[in-house]
């Protein structure tokens, strides 16, 4: 699908002066351009599936003009936003242009950058408008291109992988740096695998004690150790028939991996406290974080056991490696957050989405998210320079950016003083804190050193 990269300006005008002048500026502002003469040729190549990107047009034309052209254009599935022009224009007809569809309406004569601008924004539009459809299509169809979002060579190798992996019952080791999505990857493995229809269970072996892994992965009798006061089905057990994400897998003990091997072998599990076996058929997901041949030559890790779980491995690329990827992430993590906090769903500026594609992202998928959540909310995505992320797209979030820095101003100004800051900005102490709380605003974080040292729990 063409990107706002790709696809072209279409400006139409029966002045081919005005076409040439306007089409030069734009093709030197890096932007392709493709010209017609009058609204019916330009409206049959949308007919046939040309690709457009924006449509800017004159109004006054022989034969259809602009207003005419913007009505045939509107009833198209997946229109293209029209940009109309005109010397001649009111604002009776600007207000009927723009209640009929029309992305912008300039009036002669206006600056060059001033139309520049307007295409930008409206190609940045219709770019998410594709992307949504796209989405919307793969999640219709159910495919991994709809759970494992990116077009980078890696993430296409990752879906052609997962399709050929997924309806075998094979175990996998997914290997990838935190918050890669390691998860997400062990889930499409079971929802696209013969197994769906049985239960997937996600275990973080990383989070467990290890007095509590062997009566996770296994289950225990009641009276098994103390504190076991009734019968407790493993995760293995539980997982028969479908499939066990273990993550973390280098985490578990050295006694928990000699288990879990046998329990793999042999296809059956001997809860604690009891002596009856009890048979397991399921798929394993490990994934891991560390490079387990490295602690496999160290003595972390069993090296049985690997060679049991790695039947095949996945590698996870970090998001640093993916970066044609982060503006459609960073897109779907924005509409998730939206209807998450019920909230419209700003648009960024391409001069944010180039600020987050310049960013290391130690955090990957998990770190965009939350930038993407702070974007929806109208705060200060950390870790970009000021001014990088201030183009927001609702008004929502241009009111509450605004907020946040008048309020950051005024507690600068003041040294952290909230009375005095009170006393400017009129408000009263309980509005301020609840601003000063949704906005992630702290008192201490503008007094002086000294005085950071004196402040009371009470006074932050």
């Known amino acids: 699908m063409p990107t706002e990269d790709t696809l072209p300006v279409w400006l139409v005008d029966d002045d081919p002066d005005v076409r040439e002048s306007l089409s030069q500026w734009l093709e030197v502002s890096d932007l392709a351009v493709r010209t017609f003469e009058a609204a019916t040729p330009a409206l049959e190549a949308l007919h046939q599936g040309a690709p457009c990107g924006v449509l800017v047009s004159d109004v006054k034309m022989p034969g259809m003009d602009g207003l005419a052209l913007l009505d045939a254009v509107q009833a198209l599935e997946m229109a293209p936003p029209v940009v109309l022009i005109t010397g001649h224009g009111d604002v009776p007809m600007a207000v009927a242009a723009m209640q009929a569809g029309c992305w912008d309406f300039v009036e002669k004569p206006f600056a060059p950058e001033r139309l520049e601008e307007c295409v930008r924004r409206a190609l940045a539009q219709r770019r998410l408008t594709l992307e949504n459809e796209r989405l919307r299509q793969t999640l219709r169809q159910g495919d991994l291109a709809g759970r494992l979002l990116g077009q980078a060579p890696a993430m296409v190798a990752l879906r052609r992988q997962l399709e050929t992996l997924a309806p075998v019952r094979a175990n996998v080791l997914v290997q990838g740096e935190t918050g890669s999505g390691k998860e997400v990857?062990?889930?499409?493995?079971?929802?696209?695998?013969?197994?769906?229809?049985?239960?997937?269970?996600?275990l973080n072996c990383g989070a467990l004690s290890p007095e509590l892994i062997e009566s996770e992965l296994f289950g225990h009798e009641k009276g098994a150790f103390t504190g076991a006061h009734g019968r407790r089905i493993g995760q293995l057990e539980h997982a028969s028939g479908g499939t066990l994400f273990l993550d973390e897998v280098e985490s578990l003990p050295l006694s928990a991996q000699v288990k879990l091997l046998r329990a793999l072998q042999e296809g059956e599990v001997t809860p604690l406290g009891s002596n009856a076996v009890r048979p397991v058929d399921l798929r394993v997901v490990a994934a891991a974080k560390a490079d387990l041949p490295t602690l496999v030559r160290e003595g972390q890790f069993r090296e049985d056991l690997y060679y049991r779980l790695a039947i095949t491995e996945l590698r996870l690329p970090p998001l640093r490696e993916r970066r044609e990827d982060i503006a459609t992430l960073f897109a779907h993590f924005c509409r998730q957050a939206a209807a998450v906090h019920e909230r419209d769903t700003p648009v960024a500026s391409p001069r944010l989405l180039r600020a987050?594609?310049?960013?290391?992202?130690?955090?990957?998928?998990?770190?965009?998210?939350?930038?993407?959540?702070?974007?929806?909310?109208?705060?200060?995505?950390?870790g970009l320079e000021d001014g990088e992320a201030s183009e927001f797209g609702s008004l929502n979030a241009q009111v509450a950016a605004f907020e946040c820095a008048l309020l950051r101003a005024a507690l600068g100004r003041h040294g952290g003083n909230i009375q005095a800051v009170m006393d400017e900005l009129e408000l009263p102490r309980r509005t301020l804190n609840q601003k000063m709380l949704r906005h992630g605003l702290r008192r201490e974080a503008f007094l002086a050193p000294g005085d950071r040292d004196a402040c009371s729990p009470d006074e932050a």
């Open 185 to 202: 990857v062990a889930r499409c493995l079971h929802e696209f695998g013969p197994g769906d229809a049985a239960p997937f269970v996600a």
């Open 356 to 382: 987050l594609e310049r960013q290391p992202w130690p955090g990957n998928l998990r770190q965009l998210r939350n930038a993407a959540t702070r974007f929806v909310l109208g705060l200060e995505i950390a």
